[in-house]
């Protein structure tokens, strides 16, 4: 069974400054792919950036971007520029043969102003 | 706008209750799922479905079922409500893709009490 461990329960960045999040998986699948999950305080979770595993370039939206290593199975997402607006609690996520999306446990990102 | 509604908010029960959360999502997908979230434990798949009444057990459907008549709705029945059943649920889709790499839209999600 696949599993995604986010060992981090809380962290804290300075607003403007930058963040990363760390997320590892373990599978013996080798097409997959993975996700970062934001869920601001009383809303709605969405989705942040997604990853295919077969692609070797990172993912990048706008100030978020990933540190995919295969091999290292690592999944990291990097905030930049932080602002207010991005404290919540982030999911890493991954989906592979089976559709079902599995999570890890979550952090807690606060920004500091 | 997409939109994943769940009919209740907040609801309190009371052990041995038979409990309903209701799901509805206005985008005709196919795939739907129940989730709970409880602190320190991340999200933890309860049941899926992959389309009208189709369904799959998740990782934790011990003391749940679920009902999919219609494609728009998905709903989350405890049989007889347990305390260790207080948890925030939560009701999201997602449209069918051959490769499962579609984005699931989530709702508010049900805050469940059982007393």
């Known amino acids: 069974a696949q599993t995604v461990t986010q060992s981090q329960p809380e962290m804290s960045v300075q607003e403007a400054e930058t963040v990363t999040l760390s997320c590892t998986y373990d599978?013996?699948?080798?097409?997959?792919?993975l996700f970062w999950y934001k869920q601001p305080p009383s809303r709605q979770m969405i989705l942040v950036i997604r990853?295919?595993?077969?692609?070797?370039q990172n993912a990048t939206e706008n100030r978020f971007s990933v540190n995919f290593q295969k091999a290292a199975k690592s999944f990291s997402l990097k905030i930049s520029d932080s602002q207010l607006g991005d404290a919540a609690m982030y999911f890493c996520?991954?989906?592979?043969?089976?559709?079902?999306?599995?999570f890890g446990k979550g952090i807690t990102l606060s920004v500091r102003p | 706008d997409v939109k994943v509604t769940q009919s209740s908010r907040y609801l309190v029960k009371r052990t041995g209750e038979k409990v309903f959360l209701e799901c509805v999502q206005d985008?005709?997908?196919?795939?739907m799922f129940w989730y709970r979230q409880d602190p320190g434990l991340g999200l933890r798949l309860i049941y899926f479905?992959?389309?009208?009444?189709?369904?799959e057990k998740g990782d934790i459907p011990e003391g749940y079922s679920v009902s999919r008549e219609k494609k728009e709705r998905f709903s989350l029945i405890l049989e007889s409500a347990s305390t260790n059943q207080t948890s925030m649920y939560l009701c999201?889709?997602?449209?069918?893709?051959?490769?499962?790499?579609?984005?699931?839209?989530f709702g508010e999600g049900s805050r469940l009490t059982v007393l």
């Open positions: 990853q295919e595993a077969y692609k070797q």
């Open positions: 999201a889709s997602r449209r069918k893709t051959a490769r499962n790499t579609g984005e699931l839209f």
């Open positions: 996520a991954y989906t592979g043969a089976n559709s079902k999306l599995t």
């Open positions: 479905s992959y389309d009208v009444k189709m369904k």
């Open positions: 599978t013996s699948e080798s097409d997959y792919y």
């Open positions: 985008m005709d997908h196919e795939n």
